[in-house]
């Protein structure tokens, strides 16, 4: 299952701690986003996906099969993403 993040910060590095050293669950990280482009290039490079600082430009990538998108931002920001 390819999987996206929206939002790079402290919760989504967990999420990609477990998704990236237990392969055996199905899950890929395809690519990841956030406003701050260092934090997506890090969490990007981390997991071996590819990054943006645009979700629109995430989710209409040629690139990409995305087939689960997890929202990782603040929660008051969810509306936003």
């Known amino acids: 299952i390819g999987v ?3 939002g790079c ?6 999420h ?8 055996q669950l199905g899950f890929k990280i395809i690519s990841v986003c956030d406003t701050k482009i260092d934090r997506a ?3 990007g490079i981390f997991s071996n996906a590819s990054y943006f600082n645009c979700f629109n430009e995430m ?7 995305i ?5 990782l931002t603040p929660s008051g920001h969810h509306a936003n993403a």
């Open 16 to 23: 990609a701690k477990v998704i990236v050293e237990n392969p």
């Open 67 to 71: 087939d689960l998108v997890c929202i």
């Open 4 to 6: 996206a993040f929206i």
């Open 59 to 65: 989710l209409t990538s040629e690139n990409t099969k």
């Open 41 to 43: 290039k890090s969490l």
């Open 9 to 14: 910060g402290k919760i989504a590095q967990k």
